[in-house]
C-alpha cells in the first residue's frame, strides 16, 4: 500500500490527538520511561563525575558496564545543575561513543591532497619544533621604545571546551611563558 503525503499527515495528526488526548486524561509516559532507562542501565556501575564543557562544574553520572560507557545523565545531587544538563553537556556520552571521532594522527604534507595516518610522537615532535622555529624568527624582546615586551605575535593559543579549567589554567601559564599573547579559550568565543 502506497502512503501519500495527504494519508501520512492524516494518520500523524490521529496519532498525535489521541496521545494528546490520553495525556489530557492524566496519562502520563513517565513510569514506562523511567522502566526503560533502569533497564538500559540496570547492573552497570555508576561513577560521579563533572561535566567537562565550561567553568560550571556541573555534576555527571556516568554509567558503565563491562569497562564500556552506556549512559551519562547529570546529577540530581548536584547544587549546580540539579540532574539538569545543558546541551553541550548532553552530548556529553557522544563525546566518547561517536563513530567519526579521530582515534588517530593524521598529517597533510604541505602541497599534499591526501591525509596520512603518522604516529603520535612524530607529531609531536613536528609540532614542538614548529612552535620552536616560529617563536625564534618571531620573538620580540623589546619595543622600539624600549620598553621590554617578551613576546611573539605570531603564535595563536585555542583551548577547548573539552577542557577542564585546571587544565586551562596550566595551558594559559605554558602559553604565557613561551611569550604568547594571543590566548582564548573556544567556550567563551
Given at each position: ?12 495528526g490521529s496519532?498525535?490527538t489521541?496521545l ?8 502520563t509516559?513517565?513510569?514506562a520511561r523511567a ?7 540496570k ?6 563525575s563533572?561535566?567537562p564543557?565550561c567553568s560550571?562544574g556541573?555534576?555527571?553520572?556516568i554509567h558503565v558496564?563491562?569497562?564500556?560507557i ?8 548536584s547544587?549546580h545543575?540539579?540532574?539538569?544538563l545543558c546541551?553541550?553537556g548532553?552530548a556529553?556520552?557522544?563525546?566518547h561513543k561517536?563513530?567519526n571521532r ?5 598529517h597533510r604534507?604541505?602541497?599534499?591532497s591526501?591525509?596520512?595516518?603518522v604516529e603520535l610522537?612524530?607529531a609531536?615532535d613536528?609540532?614542538?619544533e614548529?612552535?620552536?622555529k616560529?617563536r ?7 619595543l622600539?621604545?624600549?620598553m ?7 603564535i595563536?593559543?585555542?583551548?577547548g571546551?573539552?577542557?577542564d579549567?585546571?587544565?586551562?589554567h ?8 613561551l611569550?604568547?599573547?594571543a590566548?582564548?579559550n573556544q567556550?567563551?568565543i
Amino acid at each position: 500500500m502506497e502512503v501519500t503525503r495527504r494519508d501520512f499527515l492524516r494518520y500523524a495528526g490521529s496519532a498525535g490527538t489521541a496521545l494528546g488526548g490520553l495525556a489530557g486524561l492524566g496519562l502520563t509516559l513517565a513510569p514506562a520511561r523511567a522502566k526503560a532507562q533502569a533497564l538500559r542501565i540496570k547492573d552497570s556501575k555508576t561513577v560521579p563525575s563533572i561535566c567537562p564543557f565550561c567553568s560550571v562544574g556541573c555534576g555527571t553520572l556516568i554509567h558503565v558496564k563491562d569497562g564500556d560507557i552506556i549512559n551519562i545523565e547529570g546529577d540530581p545531587r548536584s547544587p549546580h545543575n540539579e540532574g539538569t544538563l545543558c546541551p553541550k553537556g548532553a552530548a556529553i556520552y557522544q563525546l566518547h561513543k561517536n563513530p567519526n571521532r579521530p582515534t588517530k594522527v593524521l598529517h597533510r604534507k604541505p602541497g599534499a591532497s591526501k591525509w596520512e595516518t603518522v604516529e603520535l610522537e612524530w607529531a609531536m615532535d613536528r609540532v614542538a619544533e614548529l612552535v620552536k622555529k616560529t617563536r625564534e624568527e618571531t620573538f620580540i624582546e623589546r619595543l622600539p621604545s624600549g620598553m621590554a615586551v617578551n613576546m611573539t605575535p605570531a603564535i595563536f593559543a585555542l583551548g577547548g571546551a573539552t577542557l577542564d579549567n585546571e587544565f586551562n589554567h596550566i595551558c594559559q601559564k605554558f602559553n604565557r611563558g613561551l611569550g604568547i599573547v594571543a590566548i582564548e579559550n573556544q567556550a567563551r568565543i
